[in-house]
């Protein structure tokens, strides 16, 4: 185990004291679990904004893929689709992009 130095203020390191004899463990125990505490909460904070930032993006890629316009020489073979509204193929596109990358 490596050693750490900290300047605490004596009013701390007298509750962490207190801690430490009630749970019978020693200081650095309880400096330690408070530690990875923190650590890990951060690093569940982390994953929690990376994912919402995923998202986000996900969701722009989806609406920049639905705003491009179908071409004509795409509706002619799309014999599937005659009779549809532009809203309607676009609509259709979405989804089938959107299944398609799993977003």
Avoid: N, W
């Avoid at 309880?30 to 986000?56: G, I, M, N, P, R």
């Avoid at 071409?71 to 799309?78: C, D, F, L, P, V």
């Amino acid at each position: 185990m490596a050693k750490l130095v900290l300047d605490i203020e004596p009013a701390i390191i007298d509750g962490i004291t207190k801690v430490a004899e009630r749970k019978k463990v020693s200081v650095s125990a309880v400096v330690e679990d408070l530690f990875k505490q923190a650590t890990q909460h951060e690093l569940l904070a982390d994953e929690a904004s990376s994912a919402e930032k995923q998202k986000v993006e996900d969701e722009a890629f989806l609406k920049k893929i639905k705003d491009i316009p179908v071409s004509e020489s795409i509706k002619k073979i799309t014999g599937i689709l005659k009779g549809c509204t532009d809203a309607e193929i676009a609509d259709a596109k979405y989804l089938y992009l959107k299944e398609k990358y799993g977003l």
